[in-house]
């Protein structure tokens, strides 16, 4: 019997070579191999199927130089310049945060 089967969804890393220093750290602690080191130290993903999102490279990272898009951080809301940003809808606002005006 075939059965359906989620696409498992490809995280995305993203390495910003201007503030890596090439320290290896990311490499050292990716547990899965997803990640190498070129010829100058700098990493690079070595292979993104072998990432399992675990966000490692990123926490550990003391430059902020590379990041791993999470899926389970949120949905992103986009503004666009000039726009109000979207309001809470009724429901989502809690009633301990509903302050009364002042008399
Ligand atoms: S998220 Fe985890 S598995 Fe993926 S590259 Fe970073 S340390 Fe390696
Ligand atoms: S841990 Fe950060 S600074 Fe070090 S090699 Fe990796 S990305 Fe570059």
């Known amino acids: 019997m075939a059965g ?5 969804e490809t995280p995305e890393i993203d390495i910003y070579k201007a503030w890596c220093k090439a320290c290896g750290i990311c490499v050292a602690f990716c547990p899965t191999g997803a990640l190498a080191k070129d010829e100058t130290g700098h990493p690079y ?6 990432c399992i999102n ?3 490279c990123e926490i550990r ?9 999470t899926k389970t951080k949120g949905k992103r809301i986009e503004v666009k310049s000039g726009e109000e940003e979207p309001k809470p809808k009724e ?3 809690s009633p301990e945060r509903i302050v009364a ?3």
């Open 91 to 93: 429901e989502e606002v």
């Open 45 to 50: 993903v070595k292979d993104i199927e072998k």
């Open 4 to 8: 359906t089967r989620k696409k498992k």
């Open 61 to 69: 990272c003391p430059d902020f130089a590379i990041t791993v898009e």
């Open 101 to 103: 005006p002042r008399q």
């Open 54 to 56: 675990c966000g490692w």
